[in-house]
């Protein structure tokens, strides 16, 4: 069955919880046992001190480790990615920093494409060097013989443990092409030690693109964004093969980063509906991009729908991009004074950052979402002063087109009036 079928029914049993037809909230800490044997041989199979035997199955022990509303949306997102399992986590960052973590070691090295999610890229700058971890980035359009090279020529002799991928990117939807650092990780892996590949999904997954297809071995997520979807939940996410997801659910168990009963039973709501609404996001972010596009307020679109045709990002995005999502960041004719000038005039569009809701959002980036990026990368990476960053949600697109139109009113009276 396809992934939209399973999200009412996989992982739950009603008839194991009083016939209630959807998943009640566990607003509960711990689990009872029904004896001391039982309890031992839950701990002895949670802390992984021997294998499970025939027919054996794990009971619940205490929230922290696992509870009934995390392990179904646990399941029911692996089935987006088509992957044998996933964790949830209290955030985005928990899960990037948790999942980091786990195979990134101090006097290790991480390899990460730029642009990053501001918060990621403070994380890889200014906290994995506390603990003596070497970080080496990569933007877009560098080939693997440059990344390799760059690597041993900073770090010689050493090879990074994790290569760390956003694409789209955010903010500019900068595309990476996963085939290519999926071969930059297995350049790095021995026998001995895998390199992991790790990509962050939350532009345009679960739905739009399956990085798992071009080789990655993690798949991370701020739920946050378009698997909640309604902006009323903070959360995080991480598929992959059994193996790591259970070393990651290990570091998650002392990190404590694991999401709450009713976070995730807030997700396991919103997963039902995830397809319907990226479609109809997707759909109407298009209808006003050509707008923009069109606009003579509007100096450069980044949006994928309008690559270059034969360019090298159009091929990447053929190959792994299912759709073009519905985040559009454009250049305004100006800069900052333009950029909050349309932004302070438009309605309808929630001046905040996150993306990916039901309600359209609006933000700039330069002095919001990357403020900490330095301003050298953020001149190198697009993210100017005059960059806007929209989040297409589901009102009407005309509607929104109206708002649009209007606050690029506002700026246009106000350069008239400058230039007279
Ligand atoms: C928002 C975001 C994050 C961080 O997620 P939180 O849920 O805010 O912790 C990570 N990556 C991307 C691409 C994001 O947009």
């Not at 839950?42 to 021997?50: D, I, N, P, S, V």
């Not at 789209?168 to 930059?184: F, K």
Request: hydrophobic letters at 40%.
């Amino acid at each position: 069955m396809k992934p939209e079928s399973l999200m009412m029914t996989l992982g739950y049993d009603a008839h194991e919880h009083q016939g209630a037809a959807k998943c009640p909230i566990y607003q509960t800490s711990t689990f009872v046992f029904n004896n001391c044997e039982e309890g031992k041989a839950f701990f002895e199979l949670a802390y992984g001190l021997r294998e499970k035997e025939e027919g054996e199955e794990m009971g619940m022990i205490y929230s922290r480790l696992d509870h009934p509303n995390m392990n179904i949306l646990e399941k029911r997102l692996a089935a987006w990615d088509e992957a044998e399992a996933g964790a949830f986590f209290s955030s985005g960052m928990a899960a990037i920093s948790t999942s980091i973590l786990t195979f990134v070691k101090p006097g290790d090295v991480l390899l990460f494409s730029s642009p990053v999610y501001g918060g990621t890229d403070h994380f890889i700058h200014h906290v994995l060097p506390q603990f003596n971890i070497g970080v080496v980035g990569f933007v877009k359009g560098e080939n693997e013989d440059v990344i390799i090279d760059r690597v041993e020529k900073a770090y010689p002799g050493k090879k990074p443990s994790m290569v760390y991928v956003e694409t789209p990117g955010n903010p500019t939807n900068s595309l990476i092409d996963i085939e290519m650092a999926s071969r930059v990780a297995k350049y790095f892996s021995t026998n001995d030690k895998k390199c992991v590949l790790a990509v962050d999904n939350t532009f345009l997954g679960p739905v739009f693109q399956h990085p798992m297809e071009f080789g990655a071995d993690l798949v991370v997520y701020s739920a946050t964004k378009y698997i909640g979807g309604h902006s009323d939940v903070i959360a995080g996410a991480c598929t992959g093969s059994a193996e790591l997801i259970a070393q990651i659910k290990g570091m998650r168990t002392f990190f404590g980063s694991q999401l709450d009963p009713n976070s995730s039973w807030l997700l396991q709501r919103s997963l039902e509906t995830v397809k319907i609404r990226m479609e109809a996001q997707a759909k109407s972010a298009k209808i006003v991009a050509d707008y923009l596009k069109d606009h003579p307020l509007v100096e450069k679109m980044h949006y994928l729908g309008f690559l270059e045709e034969g360019s090298e990002l159009q091929d990447i995005f053929n190959r792994q991009c299912l759709s073009t999502g519905s985040m559009i960041a454009f250049d305004i004719v100006g800069g900052e004074k333009e950029a909050f000038m349309f932004l302070n005039n438009l309605k309808l569009f929630k001046l905040a950052v996150s993306l990916g809701s039901t309600e359209s959002l609006a933000e700039h980036p330069a002095t919001m979402t990357h403020v900490d990026v330095s301003p050298e990368d953020r001149l190198k990476l697009g993210i100017s002063p005059s960059l806007v960053r929209l989040s297409i949600g589901l009102e009407n697109p005309q509607d929104l087109i109206d708002q649009i139109a209007n606050a690029f009113e506002v700026v246009k009276k106000a350069n008239s009036s400058a230039v007279c």
